[in-house]
């Protein structure tokens, strides 16, 4: 599996980017990019720019997702969902309402 990690800009020379960490991320299909601006990495590439709170969000679950790995308590993991519960796609929704219950 293969995951996009949020990366912040320090640098921009044409379509090469450096990030905090001092890793050279091709910019080609985010050309607007800016020093100081996030990021989202895949591969090698930024495949386009993410707001900081979107940022943040996926590095908390990222972080989240180590910590369970790691057989620890995600009590305070993805903040974003604890004032609503998760809502299924409208596909699985349906499949639910239609009583499906595998696949």
């Given at each position: 599996m293969c995951i996009g990690i949020p990366?912040?800009?320090t640098g921009v020379d044409?379509?090469?980017?450096?990030t905090e960490d001092g890793a050279v991320i091709d910019?080609?299909?985010?050309p607007e990019a800016s020093p100081g601006d996030w990021v989202l990495g895949f591969?090698?590439?930024a495949r386009r720019l993410l707001e900081p709170d979107e940022?943040?969000?996926i590095l908390d679950a990222l972080a989240a997702m180590a910590a369970?790995?790691?057989g620890e308590r995600l009590d305070?993991?993805?903040?974003?969902l604890t004032d609503r519960e998760p809502t299924l796609p409208p596909h699985l929704e349906a499949a639910r309402a239609a009583g499906l219950t595998e696949a």
């Open positions: 990366l912040r800009l044409g379509v090469a980017g450096r910019l080609s299909l985010v591969l090698g590439a940022a943040a969000q369970a790995l790691d305070s993991a993805f903040a974003d």
